[in-house]
């Protein structure tokens, strides 16, 4: 009778190094972006809030090609499983998540997409096109996608894992980072209503 062990190395160590980076990079950046937030030391030590966020960008940016790396050497390194594979569904996939992650990037431009906001960067209205019609998490959701794609496409049932902790890990960052955002506007609208107020007495 088959095991889990027949189709998935637990042991493997790349495989113990890709989840450990999944689980980090959403930490991460949370964590810095909340004390740049409340502290605004990354904007005292880059010498304003757009160069803080564009060094947080570029982390953020260098730490996804990393984790991405792992996660390909980390599949690598894992049983073939041939029900599993499906190269047109993976490709599929992978385009359809490709495409919801650069759109978004777009549509939202380095500092709507790198957490821009925390730093004061607050953009004026909702973006509600195109990609953000679809979904209001075009990026993590695109990501997730991608994940399952590559599984898929390489036959490998540590990849469901894998993407199954990446669709985990962005479902609690989105419970944690949505009402922090959400606030973080309508801070900025009771201010600018007060500031009406002040001007009409």
Not at 98 to 118: C, F, K, N, R
Not at 127 to 152: I, K
Not at 161 to 172: E, G, N, P, S
Request: proline letters at 4%; glycine letters at 10%.
């Amino acid at each position: 009778m088959a095991s889990l062990s027949d189709f998935v190395d637990l042991s493997s160590k790349p495989l113990l190094w890709s989840a450990a980076s999944i689980a980090f990079n959403p930490i991460f950046w949370n964590i810095v972006a909340r004390a740049e937030y409340r502290n605004h030391f990354m904007t005292r030590i880059f010498g304003g809030e757009y160069n803080g966020c564009y060094v947080l960008a570029f982390t953020i940016f260098s730490l996804g090609i990393v984790r991405d790396h792992f996660y390909q050497v980390a599949l690598d390194d894992q049983p073939f499983y041939a029900p599993m594979h499906q190269p047109i569904i993976g490709a599929g996939l992978f385009a359809a998540g490709s495409i919801l992650v650069l759109s978004s990037m777009w549509a939202l431009g380095v500092t709507g997409t790198y957490l821009g906001d925390y730093f004061g960067i607050l953009m004026d209205a909702p973006v509600t096109g195109f990609p953000f019609n679809v979904t209001g998490s075009p990026m993590y959701w695109g990501s997730t996608l991608n994940f399952l794609g590559v599984a898929l496409y390489k036959g490998k049932v540590a990849g469901l894992l894998l993407t199954a902790q990446v669709f985990v890990l962005y479902w609690f960052a989105l419970k944690w980072e949505d009402p922090f955002t959400a606030e973080i506007y309508a801070k900025r609208e009771r201010e600018q209503a007060k500031k009406k107020g002040g001007k009409k007495q």
